[in-house]
């Protein structure tokens, strides 16, 4: 018989994504983490990242996020990889909001 541990992290925008991220690297693999969001909107990306503008602009530079504590440059590389873009991007550049909503839901790229 196994012993799964099952997590459930109530709101599935962008801090409970990032705390599932989080327990899924800790755990051990007999281990769930389910994530509840009744909107199905903001799943993932939070009312912060779901924004449809095409340009409302972080408070932090792309460089200064990151889903990933060992990995700050993890949502700049992203951009780099995955978002056309007009002029350079770096890592001083305060990006859509949105393009922040794309990363944390990978499902979009």
Do not use: H
Request: no cysteine.
């Amino acid at each position: 018989m196994t012993n799964t541990k099952t997590i459930a992290i109530v709101g599935g925008g962008a801090s409970g994504t990032a705390a599932a991220i989080y327990f899924l690297q800790q755990l051990k693999s007999a281990s769930r983490v389910v994530l509840i969001e009744k909107n199905k909107e903001t799943l993932y990306r939070g009312a912060a990242y779901s924004s449809k503008l095409e340009y409302e602009p972080l408070n932090v530079p792309a460089g200064k996020m990151s889903l990933f504590n060992n990995q700050p440059d993890d949502f700049y590389n992203w951009i780099l990889k995955n978002k056309t873009r007009v002029g350079e991007i770096t890592r001083d550049s305060f990006v859509s909001r949105r393009w922040f909503g794309d990363y944390t839901d990978r499902k979009s790229t």
